[in-house]
């Protein structure tokens, strides 16, 4: 595996844990977005040219108690 497709499915992963993190079941939700930080976090120390990494996580939702 060649660079490139190690960041291409480092990319599929957060998109798939961006839908875990839209979903309504709480553990799901906050299991995607767990994810999705540890992805990001990855990416952004093995891709130089990538400028931030807020925008690589999803909308964290709360529910209101």
């Not at 497709?5 to 553990?27: F, K, P, S, T, W």
């Not at 299991?31 to 990855?42: M, Y």
């Not at 990494?53 to 939702?61: G, I």
Request: charged residues 25%.
């Amino acid at each position: 595996m060649n660079d490139a497709e190690r960041l291409l499915l480092i990319n599929q992963m957060i998109n798939h844990a961006h839908r875990l993190a839209a979903n309504d079941h709480v553990m799901v939700r906050v299991s995607g977005e767990r994810i999705a930080v540890i992805l990001a976090d990855l990416l952004y120390e093995i891709d130089t040219g990538l400028d931030e990494v807020v925008s690589l996580l999803p909308v964290q939702r709360r529910d209101i108690i």
